[in-house]
C-alpha cells in the first residue's frame, strides 16, 4: 500500500470516503514526517494535539455519514494566517509571542471543512523575499538537491516553508500568500503546484498585510487537481474583507476535464529575456507543443509595460508595507523594546530591534516615495505605469484566453547565492509581478527538470476570475509533463 | 536622485525605525542602488494616463454602518506587551506621554 504521506490530496480523499484509512492515521503519519525532517525548518510551530484533536473529530464525522468537502485532510498553514490561539510570527521577531484571538478566513473556512491543522509554516519576514532567508527563524531548505551536490539550497519565497513541506510530503497542501510571485516561485522551486487566484477571490482578513493592493492567498499543493480542491474551499466573499469579490465561487475541480481543445493561448514576446537560461527557454517551447498538441491554438502576443513592472511594483509593494507596518509599535501586542525616554524612543527602538535586514529596507523605500515632494515623481508615477500594465493585458485578453511564460528565470538556487545586492534577488519574480500588478489569476506548473536534476515551472495566466480555464491549462500541461520526479529529502 | 546620510537618516526618523550611524552608508548605499534601478520607469510615457491604486475589478462594497462586533475587551489586551489595571479598567500602558 501507498505510505499515507505519498497520497495526493485527492486520493486520501478518496482513501477517508472508503475508510481504507482514517483522519487519525493520516495525521500521525505527517506528523511523523515533519519530525524525521525537521531540519529542513518548513515550520515555525507544530501543533500535534490540535492536529490529533482535529482528525479525531473528522473520523467521528465520516463515522456518520456526515464528511465535509475537506474532513480529515493535513494541511500546513503560513504563519502570516492568523490562527486563534496559536502563536502567529510572520517570521518576524517584531511579533514577539502574539497568540491572535481570532482566526483568519481563509484558514477558518479550511477548519470548517474539515481540515486538520499540522502548524504554521516558515516564510520570508512579513512575505518579504524570495529564498525564505529573510525569516527570523532560519533558513527552509529546499527538499530538492543538485545531482551531485550536497549543497543545501533555496525553496524560493515566501512561502518557503508551505512549499517545501509540500514537496517533503509532511502535509496535503499548504495555504501561502503571493504579493509578486510567493506562491508561484517556490512551487517552480520544488516541483510542486502553486496558484494565486485573482485579487478579490480570497479574503484577506486575518492575514498579516504586506501590499494590500497586492497581497492574495492561494494553495500550494502536490498536483493541479489537489490545488483546485483547496482554491475552492478558500474562496469566497466576506464581508469583514471590503475588497473581496462577491462572485460565485465555481467547482474549479470540475473545470479540469475540460481540456484545452480550441483555447486560444497566448505567448508573450516580452517575456523572452535576453540571456535567459537555454533550458527555461527549451521548456517554454516544449508547454508551447504540449498544449498544441492537446488542441490549444498558440498566438504570438505583446505585453509591451512588462519590463517595468519589476519596478513598479518596487515602489507599489514598498509604499503599501510601510503603512501597513506602522502598526507595530511596541505597544498593543508582539515586542516591546525599552530603553529609557518618551514614546517615539519606544517606537524606534522596537522597530529598530525588531525588524529584519530587508523589511527595514522596504520600510524606508516606501517611505522615501510617499515623502512630500517626491509622492508625484515615485508613487504617482508607478501607480500610472500600473495601469499600462494592466490595460496591456486587458488587450492581450481580447485575442487570446490564457497566456502561457516560464514561471521563473532560473532553477533553485543555494543558500547565500544571488544576495550581493537586493537588486538580483528581486529580479527573480520578473515573470510572477505583472499578475499582482493587474489583480490577474496565474498559476505555476512543475513541467520538467533542468541539467542538475533540479524542478522548472511553467506559468499560465487568465483573465480575473477565470481560475477555470487557468486550471484547464495546468492540468493539459501537468498530464503531457508527467512529472514524477521526486525530492531527495521526502518523508516515506 | 540620490540620498544623502542626513535624508537617510531623516527616512528612518519618520518610519521611527532607529539606526546606527555606522548602518548609515550601507543603507544609503543599498538605497540609492535600488532607486537608481526604478529610476527607469521615468522612460515610460505616461501622460493621460489614469493612475491605477489598486487591482480591484468591481466596485467596494458599502456594507450598513452598525455595530457588529465589540466587548473584546480582554481579547484586546491579551497580548499587551505591558498594561495598567485599575479602578478606571484595563489599558496598555506606554511611557509618560504628559508631564
Redesign the interface.
Known sequence: MTAPTDLTLAEARAALAAKRISARELAEAHLAAIEKLKDLNAFITVTPERALADAAAADARIAKGEARPLDGIPLAIKDLFCTTGIRSTAASRILGNFVPPYESTVSAKLWAAGAVCLGKTNLDEFAMGSSNTTSAFGNVVNPWRRRGDNRDLVPGGSSGGSAAAVAARLCLGATATDTGGSIRQPAAFTGTVGIKPTYGRCSRWGIVAFASSLDQAGPIARTVRDAAILLREMSGHDPKDSTSADVAVPDFEAALGQGVKGLRIGVPKEYRLDGMVPEIEALWQQGIAWLKEAGATIHDISLPHTRYALPTYYIVAPAEASSNLARYDGVRYGLRVEEGGDLDDLYEATRGAGFGAEVRRRILIGTYVLSAGYYDAYYLKAQKVRALIQRDFDEAYKIVDAILTPATPSSAFAIGEKQDDPVTMYLNDVFTVPANLAGLPGISVPAGLDASGLPLGLQVLGRAFDEETVFRVAAAIEAAAGFDALPQLRAA | ?S?DAE??RR?????????KDEEVTR?QG??N???A????????E?EG??????????K??M?EDVVTDGD?HD??L?????RADNAMGSF?A????VE
Open positions: 536622485m540620498l535624508t537617510v527616512i528612518a526618523a519618520l518610519a521611527r525605525i532607529r539606526v543603507l543599498e538605497l542602488h535600488i532607486l534601478w526604478i529610476e527607469q520607469l521615468s522612460e515610460v505616461t494616463v489614469e493612475p491605477l491604486p489598486g487591482a480591484m475589478r468591481m467596494l462594497k456594507r473584546l481579547a484586546i491579551a497580548n499587551a506587551p505591558d496598555f506606554v511611557p509618560k506621554v
